[in-house]
C-alpha cells in the first residue's frame, strides 16, 4: 500500500493539536481513515467509533445501504483490535445491535407493491 506520506504527517498533527480524546464528524473519519492502515491496533478503535457515529446520523436515515457500509467498516475496524482491548467487545456489540436494527427496519419497511394502488383506494 503506498501511502502519502504528507497526508499522513498532516492527519498526525491535527490529532495532536485537538484537544479532546476522540477527533470526531467527517474529520475524524478521514483522519482515523488515514492512520488506521499504518496502525490498526492503534487507530482501529477510534475509526470504529466514529463510523458508528457516523451510521447513527439523521441524514442516513433514508440511507439503509450508506448505514450499512460504514458499520460493516466498523465491525472490520473493531476486529483487527487485539481480544483484551478494552473497547473491542463494546465496539462490536454496538456495530452489531445497530445492524441488527438495520436489518429488521429493512424487513418491516413497506415496499410499493405492498401498498395498495389507485384502484384501492378508490372508495376512500
Known amino acids: ?16 493539536s485537538h484537544d479532546g480524546r476522540v477527533l470526531r464528524g467527517e474529520e ?10 499504518l496502525a490498526p491496533r492503534v487507530y482501529g478503535s477510534r475509526l470504529a467509533y466514529v463510523l458508528i457515529e457516523a451510521s447513527r446520523r439523521p441524514a442516513l436515515a433514508a440511507l439503509p445501504e450508506r448505514r450499512r457500509a ?15 482491548q478494552p473497547y473491542r467487545a463494546k465496539t462490536l456489540d454496538r456495530a452489531l445491535r445497530d445492524l441488527a436494527l438495520l436489518d429488521a427496519q429493512e424487513t418491516t419497511a413497506v415496499t410499493p407493491e405492498d401498498q395498495p394502488g389507485p384502484e384501492g383506494r378508490a372508495g376512500q
Open 1 to 16: 500500500m503506498r501511502v502519502h506520506n504528507d497526508l499522513v504527517l498532516k492527519a498526525r498533527m491535527r490529532l495532536l
Open 70 to 84: 460504514l458499520l460493516e467498516e466498523a465491525l472490520a475496524a473493531a476486529r483487527v483490535l487485539d481480544a483484551d
Open 28 to 37: 475524524g473519519l478521514r483522519v482515523y481513515r488515514m492512520l488506521f492502515p
